[in-house]
Structure formats: structure tokens, C-alpha cells
């Protein structure tokens, strides 16, 4: 019971956390050009179970909360939650190693990073056109949505897994049956 309720806490968190971020940065978190700074907690589900449900809980409520229609709201957070259980997915294996290391090495950090930003990146250019009709521009919403997911999740996200390799919080996690 009390693991169940960590978990839900955990998660509850982490979707709060994505939520504000999409909505105080609404600007450039929606649209055809977009980098929505909150995918870079979609490293999380490397670190914590929870994350995956955080994040896709988050992705939810930022497309509902932020006027975005039901395509969008729909397989916008389909491409979130894809990206999410595969970096839980791939990770999943080296998470040991990098936490008794401290550090996470390349494939680490590549598996953390990459499903998200290719999840999102063929997806929601999909969507900007046939939900929200932004024309016959398909490969330059590829590209502004793969820029996007390049900053948010490749280099902020990548940041973020130094920090938390670096930092006490693995062992933090863990000792709270978070991990």
C-alpha cells in the first residue's frame, strides 16, 4: 500500500511540475515552432518508475489546460508516453550501473534521450497539419519540432541527467522505494 502511494505521489509531482512549466512558458511550449522546456523531465522514467505516468499525466493536462484541440491533446500525449516507456524501457538495464557510478555513460544518455525527441519529432508535425491545418509545411514542422526536442530533451534533459547522477537524489529515490 505504501509503495502504491509513493508511486501515485511521485507521479502526481512530476505531472505538476511538467504542467507548470507547459503553461508558464505557454509561447514557445505550443504551435508549429515550439521547444516546450517540460519534455526535458521525459529523461525521468530512466531514474523513476512513476515518471512515465508523470510525464504523460503532465503532457495531458499542458495540451488540455493550454486550448489545444483533441487530436492534439490525444496523440500529443501518445507521442509523450512512447517517448517516456521506451527510455524506461532502454535504461531500464544500465540504471544500476549508472547509479553506483554517478555518472551515466553515453549509451546511457542516449538511450535516456533519443525516443523521446524521435516520438515527438515524427508525431506532432502529423498533428500541427491535419488537426490544426498548418499547411503543406510538413518537413519544416519536422525540423522546428525536431530542433525543439533536440533542445528541451537532448540538451536540457541531458543536463538534467548530470545533475541527478552527480547529486545524492539516485540514492535519495532509492531509499525511498522510488527506484
Same mark, same amino acid.
Given at each position: 500500500?505504501?509503495?502504491?502511494?509513493?508511486?501515485?505521489? *511521485?507521479?502526481?509531482?512530476?505531472?505538476?511540475?511538467? /504542467?507548470?512549466?507547459?503553461?508558464?512558458?505557454?509561447?514557445?511550449?505550443?504551435?508549429? $515552432?515550439?521547444?516546450?522546456?517540460?519534455?526535458?523531465?521525459?529523461?525521468?522514467?530512466?531514474?523513476?518508475?512513476?515518471?512515465?505516468?508523470?510525464?504523460?499525466?503532465?503532457?495531458?493536462?499542458?495540451?488540455? !489546460?493550454? *486550448?489545444?484541440?483533441?487530436?492534439?491533446? $490525444?496523440?500529443?500525449?501518445?507521442? =509523450?508516453?512512447? *517517448?517516456?516507456?521506451?527510455?524506461?524501457?532502454? /535504461?531500464?538495464?544500465?540504471?544500476?550501473? =549508472?547509479? =553506483?557510478?554517478?555518472?551515466?555513460?553515453?549509451?546511457?544518455?542516449?538511450?535516456?534521450?533519443?525516443?523521446?525527441?524521435?516520438?515527438?519529432?515524427?508525431?506532432?508535425?502529423?498533428?500541427?497539419?491535419?488537426?490544426?491545418?498548418?499547411?503543406?509545411?510538413?518537413?519544416?514542422?519536422?525540423?522546428?519540432? *525536431?530542433?525543439?526536442?533536440?533542445?528541451?530533451?537532448?540538451? !536540457?534533459?541531458?543536463?538534467?541527467?548530470?545533475?541527478?547522477?552527480?547529486?545524492?537524489?539516485?540514492?535519495?529515490?532509492?531509499?525511498?522505494?522510488?527506484?
Amino acid at each position: 500500500m505504501k509503495t502504491n502511494l509513493k508511486f501515485l505521489c *511521485g507521479a502526481a509531482m512530476i505531472a505538476a511540475v511538467y /504542467t507548470v512549466l507547459s503553461l508558464m512558458l505557454a509561447p514557445i511550449s505550443f504551435g508549429p $515552432i515550439q521547444c516546450r522546456v517540460s519534455e526535458m523531465l521525459v529523461i525521468l522514467p530512466a531514474f523513476i518508475p512513476s515518471a512515465v505516468v508523470g510525464v504523460t499525466l503532465g503532457c495531458f493536462l499542458s495540451n488540455l !489546460l493550454g *486550448g489545444c484541440i483533441v487530436p492534439d491533446i $490525444i496523440f500529443g500525449t501518445l507521442a =509523450t508516453f512512447i *517517448g517516456a516507456v521506451l527510455t524506461s524501457r532502454l /535504461t531500464g538495464p544500465m540504471l544500476s550501473d =549508472t547509479l =553506483t557510478n554517478r555518472r551515466a555513460g553515453m549509451s546511457f544518455r542516449l538511450c535516456a534521450v533519443l525516443p523521446p525527441i524521435i516520438s515527438n519529432t515524427i508525431i506532432v508535425p502529423f498533428v500541427l497539419k491535419y488537426a490544426y491545418g498548418y499547411g503543406d509545411a510538413l518537413y519544416f514542422m519536422f525540423i522546428t519540432v *525536431g530542433i525543439g526536442e533536440i533542445i528541451a530533451v537532448g540538451i !536540457l534533459g541531458g543536463l538534467l541527467i548530470s545533475v541527478i547522477c552527480r547529486s545524492k537524489l539516485p540514492f535519495l529515490l532509492k531509499s525511498m522505494a522510488l527506484v
